[in-house]
T-cell receptor, first 114, second 109 residues
Framework: DADVTQTPRNRITKTGKRIMLECSQTKGHDRMYWYRQDPGLGLQLIYY???????NKGEISDGYSVSRQAQAKFSLSLESAIPNQTALYFC?????????????FGPGTRLTVL | GIQVEQSPPDLILQEGANSTLRCNFSDSVNNLQWFHQNPWGQLINLFY?????KQNGRLSATTVATERYSLLYISSSQTTDSGVYFC???????????WGAGTKLIIKP
């Protein structure tokens, strides 16, 4: 079984709809991240969480919100989706030990906003 | 914020060739990581390499932190090496990873 899972894997929605992307991990890591990737570009950090009570904004948090329901679960919400949020979204985790910041990624969610 | 530049942007090679990918960054960083994104979109961490040299099979990486660059070497390329190679650096100011735009590698049989 995959260590980091994301649901759904693909989603098509309409402008103005509320969308939630979910991430679960079995690696036992404290730290979790949400990124978006636009075509031909690297990843940009949306939000990150170093433990259940810690939530931090990344480079591009506007239009997004997150919830860390448990150590293993980190959800990303788009309250009112817009077309320029069409992208590939990745969840990642990392540990807090040696080489703590080595990040492990889920398979991604491809989101299309029409 | 910190700038991360990767070169070349695209690289097409025949199977069996060797290649060197470069990552330059504009300020001192906590660490640097190399990732491979396969044609299906999956991201795999290749190296965590804030300084020095590491090797893993046909891949190796060297980071010279004082000169703010890192190199990824791929020897005896295989078609499965195709994809996009990213470097990402962790900013000292806020511990966030900043990503380069990637090098797209195509290995032809």
């Amino acid at each position: 079984d995959a260590d980091v899972t994301q649901t759904p894997r693909n989603r098509i929605t309409k402008t103005g709809k509320r969308i939630m992307l979910e991430c679960s991990q079995t690696k036992g890591h404290d730290r979790m991240y949400w990124y978006r990737q636009d075509p031909g570009l690297g990843l940009q950090l949306i939000y990150y969480s170093f433990d259940v009570k810690d939530i931090n904004k990344g480079e591009i948090s506007d239009g997004y919100s997150v919830s860390r329901q448990a150590q293993a679960k980190f959800s990303l919400s788009l309250e009112s989706a817009i077309p320029n949020q069409t992208a590939l979204y990745f969840c990642a985790t990392s540990d807090s030990g040696l080489e703590a910041d080595t990040q492990y990624f889920g398979p991604g969610t491809r989101l299309t906003v029409l | 914020g910190i700038q991360v530049e990767q070169s070349p942007p695209d690289l097409i090679l025949q199977e069996g060739a060797n290649s060197t990918l470069r990552c330059n960054f504009s300020d001192s960083v906590n660490n640097l990581q190399w990732f491979h994104q396969n044609p299906w979109g999956q991201l795999i961490n290749l190296f965590y390499i804030p300084s020095g040299t590491k090797q893993n099979g046909r891949l190796s990486a060297t980071t010279v932190a004082t000169e703010r660059y890192s190199l990824l070497y791929i020897s005896s390329s295989q078609t499965t090496d195709s994809g996009v190679y990213f470097c990402a650096v962790e900013q000292k100011s806020n511990y966030q990873l900043i990503w380069g735009a990637g090098t797209k590698l195509i290995i032809k049989p």
